[in-house]
């Protein structure tokens, strides 16, 4: 990236960027989500790839809060205060498993790195988008 838009981004250097990322949050602790939950397996099939590759207690817990998370909006609640401050908004699980993992002792390529190389080799693609 270059330097400037590194210093719009950045939290460390760009008091806006804080104040957004404080923002944001608040409002994933209130429903007790971390931010890498948020991203999309149908939209992005590389995070579906990845998803595939973390191990299964990872995943359960993201289906876990993602359910809780859908339980409180609808009955228009949030946590409780005490619960609030337990959670970890931008601890992130699936950020590793997308730039560089390695887990059970095998060194994985990362999952964007790995798509873009098979498609250099003309190799045919991990997965396919298919419409039902």
Do not use: C, W
């Amino acid at each position: 990236m270059s330097s400037f838009l590194q210093l719009i981004v950045d939290p460390r250097k760009n008091p806006l960027a804080k104040l957004h990322m404080k923002s944001v949050s608040k409002r994933l602790r209130k429903y007790g989500l971390r931010y890498d939950d948020l991203y999309d397996p149908y939209y992005d099939l590389d995070i579906k790839e990845a998803l595939n590759r973390l191990p299964r207690e990872i995943v359960d817990a993201r289906h876990q809060r993602l359910k809780r998370a859908i339980d409180l909006s609808m009955k228009h609640e949030y946590l409780p205060e005490d619960l609030q401050a337990m959670q970890t908004p931008f601890r992130s699980y699936l950020q590793d498993m997308l730039a560089l993992v390695s887990f059970s002792g095998v060194l994985d390529m990362p999952v964007k790195r790995e798509r873009a190389e098979r498609e250099a080799l003309g190799a045919l693609p991990l997965y396919q988008r298919t419409i039902p």
